[in-house]
């Protein structure tokens, strides 16, 4: 017999509250609502906390996002009970899961990378260590934030790869906490690898005088024509939100037909890859059509690195409609094959991601408070994009969709009392 | 029904992927660039010569107190906030003017044309009143405003160091005209009216009453034989939109481009300058600020710039203000033709052209 412990997330069975296609209207309306309260009140330069100064903001964003998805698809909400994700009202759920959430994430910002990391090992994680150092202050939160965001984009591209290509291979029999702690030690060390190599150089070229005995030269100056770690940031991004697109457009087709691990595994984090990849290649060069090939040295629109980096926005904001999609309009169509689906999906999301692109640069200065145009090198559209799908998967993977669905009884999956989740 | 829809599988990724190894060689080869990418453009826009243009740095010193000014905009909530919503500090800085942390930029421009007559121009207006004031005694500007000789402001862009001291040009000609690039805040307007904003410490307390005129980014404004203007639609911190520049053509020489900030980029500027104005791929010399790291901060992205600049084949490089002392060292070590200063009248170092000194060409 298969025994092994089910994604909480993946047993949920609902029911709706309220008819589509108003309950996907509903429900997502409230959601845009709570984003644009957040942003308002955490973010925006107008506001009451203004974070995003950029990079401060855009740190707590990014790691906002990261944590969840450890709660969620790696640590499978332990500590708490399946009997208290099962029975709790949404909302206080929703707020105890956030709480946890807030929580985990300042420990890893303000004691282990401030107060750890960046004091007995590495000084740009740590900006009272940078300030220490005799840095403006200003910048020395610029720059450690960027490099504390970098380490969760990277650990937001792999950490899902875990649960959703290897189903936790080769730890897929393990329970509780047991599963979740090697997962997230094991993707979390491989991340912080991943970051050695992908964000380091940068840091080396970021100070005065370069910093070559401590970091390597940034290996990718010469075919990125840009020695800015963003040519990372840009297909980093689009491998993030490949993941996604996989596990919510595509529900894990095809690599979903394989069925031996490690091999489904290898394959999809290599599909994953390629279809990144092609995003990203196929952005840089709608971009080139749209404004001209970029200028080695120069700023703005033609720089090489913005152009890496709005490629990653680009992907961004394909997440968005693919969210909305499968969260709030139940993955539509569903009564065809699943290639078909999949098509007629892609196609929705194309076309929804070209809108709100249009929408985004029409619409965010006075909404929420940026800068008119595409390329002001102190802004980030990631940032409130990634908030708003941050707020889409706490209302999804921490209240159940409240209040357009709700959670029906499971008993058929429940054998053990809050425990184990046996397959048929 | 494993077994085939695994080999259909696999077929599918190979086919997949070669199909994206095809795609990505493809679309990121030079014959994909040049099937779809119109080939670059050779600049056409006649601007006339000159036959020579001296740029005489008024005052450089935008702020005095980089980490006091880096401050103020942190407290307010970083660099996309609006300049007019921050509590610029103005009292009790040491190596300030007077107490206060403000200087300005200011630049005044004449030009020699080809029949011997002179022409005399104020590129930015500099920050603190007081301060540019002072600087304008210092250079006789106040009195080439009196009479009129210099004939119009030129204001680059809507930031607080350049345009936010207007009222020490209109002091001594409040009817000058004035030329602003297209994106100006009705703030903007307003303080060149003669309005007060209390949170920032600013004011004009002598209102504007001669021509105003806004310049966008559609074509080469002319402004006299052998000089004409160009302006970019660029967001910049602060909340500021928008910055314009000169463009000199002098006889013998070559083309000569002066800056305010260039938020624009030095690079994304001369490579306009190639594509639409006549002799553009001869620039002789720059002058100005360079946006690099005004605050001494950095990015790669400026060490892009640092080597990548020597393909443009400039002779001379006057620059200053927000270029930066480190990018100043950097572009020293690269051999770039940086014209050294005098480190006079409270600019730091020597490393650049600072206040009172000028670059001829
Ligand atoms: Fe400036
Ligand atoms: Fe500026």
Redo the contacts between chains.
């Keep these: 017999m298969n025994h092994k412990e089910y994604l909480w997330l993946e047993t949920r069975q609902f029911q709706s509250r309220i008819k589509q296609p108003l309950q996907g209207i509903v429900n997502f309306l409230l959601v845009t609502a709570a984003f644009l309260i957040c942003w308002r009140f955490f973010m925006d330069p107008r506001g009451t906390m203004r974070w995003y100064t950029p990079q401060y903001g855009y740190m707590y964003i990014r790691w906002i996002l990261i944590v969840a998805i450890w709660q969620a698809y790696i640590f499978n909400f332990w500590p708490l009970r399946y009997s208290f994700m099962e029975k709790t009202h949404p909302l206080i759920k929703g707020a105890v899961l956030i709480g946890i959430n807030f929580a985990v994430v300042g420990f890893m910002i303000w004691v282990f990378y401030y107060n750890f990391l960046g004091r007995l090992a590495i000084p740009y994680m740590s900006w009272p260590v940078l300030t220490s150092l005799g840095m403006t202050e200003f910048f020395a939160r610029e720059y450690s934030s960027l490099a504390l965001l970098m380490m969760a984009a990277i650990a937001s591209w792999l950490s899902p790869i875990w649960p959703v290509c290897f189903e936790n291979y080769p730890w897929d029999k393990l329970e509780r906490p047991s599963r979740g702690l090697t997962v997230w030690a094991w993707t979390f060390f491989l991340a912080t690898y991943i970051f050695l190599i992908l964000m380091h150089p940068h840091y080396n070229v970021l100070f005065y005088p370069w910093q070559k005995f401590a970091a390597a030269f940034p290996w990718w100056q010469n075919f990125a024509h840009t020695l800015s770690g963003n040519f990372n940031v840009g297909w980093v991004m689009c491998g993030t939100i490949s993941v996604w697109i996989l596990e919510v457009t595509f529900e894990r087709y095809p690599f979903c037909l394989i069925k031996k691990q490690p091999l489904r595994g290898i394959a999809g984090f290599f599909g994953v890859l390629i279809f990144a990849l092609v995003m990203f290649v196929t952005f840089n060069f709608l971009q080139d059509l749209a404004w001209g090939p970029a200028v080695e040295g120069a700023k703005r629109l033609y720089a090489p690195d913005w152009r890496y980096l709005h490629s990653g926005e680009l992907a961004c904001m394909l997440l968005i409609p693919v969210l909305v999609l499968g969260f709030y309009f139940d993955n539509w169509p569903r009564k065809f094959a699943p290639s078909v689906n999949i098509a007629v999906r892609c196609l929705i999301i194309l076309v929804s991601a070209a809108v709100l692109h249009y929408l985004y640069y029409k619409f965010s200065p006075p909404l929420l408070g940026t800068q008119p145009g595409y390329s002001h090198p102190q802004q980030f559209p990631m940032a409130p994009v990634i908030l708003w799908v941050t707020i889409m998967l706490y209302h999804n993977w921490f209240m159940d969709l409240y209040p357009g669905k709700k959670l029906t009884s499971r008993e058929q999956y429940l054998l053990a009392p809050d425990l184990v989740v046996n397959k048929a | 029904m494993?077994d085939i829809?695994?080999r259909?599988?696999l077929k599918?990724?190979a086919v997949?992927?070669t199909l994206?190894y095809f795609?990505?060689a493809g679309?990121?080869s030079t014959v994909?660039?040049n099937a779809?990418?119109?080939p670059p453009k050779v600049g056409a826009v006649e601007i006339g010569e000159c036959k020579s243009v001296k740029a005489t740095v008024i005052s450089e010193t935008s702020w005095f107190n980089?980490?006091l000014l880096?401050?103020d905009?942190?407290k307010?909530?970083?660099?996309?906030?609006?300049q007019y919503?921050i509590p610029w500090t103005n009292t009790g800085v040491q190596e300030g003017w007077k107490g206060d942390n403000a200087g300005g930029y200011s630049t005044l421009i004449e030009v020699e044309q080809l029949d011997g007559k002179k022409r005399k121009f104020l590129l930015d207006t500099g920050w603190n009143v007081d301060w540019t004031d002072t600087c304008f005694q210092r250079e006789g500007i106040d009195k080439m405003l009196s009479n009129k000789e210099i004939e119009f402001l030129f204001v680059t862009h809507e930031h607080f160091d350049h345009y936010w001291g207007v009222e020490a040009t209109l002091k001594y000609y409040p009817d000058i005209p004035v030329i602003v690039p297209k994106g100006f805040y009705p703030e903007g307007f307003e303080l060149l009216k003669g309005a007060e904003f209390t949170k920032c410490h600013l004011a004009n307390k002598v209102p504007h009453t001669g021509p105003l005129e806004v310049r966008d980014s559609s074509k080469v404004h002319p402004v006299i034989p052998g000089v004409a203007s160009i302006t970019f639609?660029?967001?910049?911190?602060t909340?500021v939109?928008g910055e314009q520049a000169l463009v000199f053509n002098v006889k013998d020489k070559g083309l000569v481009v002066i800056t305010g900030c260039c938020?624009?980029?030095i690079?994304?500027l001369m490579?306009y300058v190639r594509e639409t104005i006549k002799g553009g791929d001869n620039i002789y010399a720059i002058q100005g600020g360079l946006h690099i790291s005004p605050?001494?901060?950095?990015?790669?992205?400026y060490?892009?710039?640092?080597?990548?600049?020597h393909k443009y084949g400039i002779q001379k490089m006057g620059c200053n203000h927000c270029t930066g002392y480190?990018t100043a060292?950097?572009m020293i070590a690269v051999n770039l033709p940086l014209v050294r200063g005098t480190a006079q009248n409270k600019s730091k170092r020597d490393i650049y052209l600072g206040n009172g000194d000028f670059l001829m060409i």
């Design positions: 494993t829809s695994r259909d599988f599918g990724l997949g992927g994206g795609a990505m679309v990121s994909m660039k779809f990418l119109p980089n980490s880096m401050g905009m942190q307010a909530g970083g660099l996309l906030v609006n919503e639609d660029v967001p910049i911190i909340r939109f938020h624009m980029g690079i994304t490579e605050f001494e901060d950095w990015d790669p992205q060490d892009d710039l640092v080597l990548a600049i480190v060292e950097k």
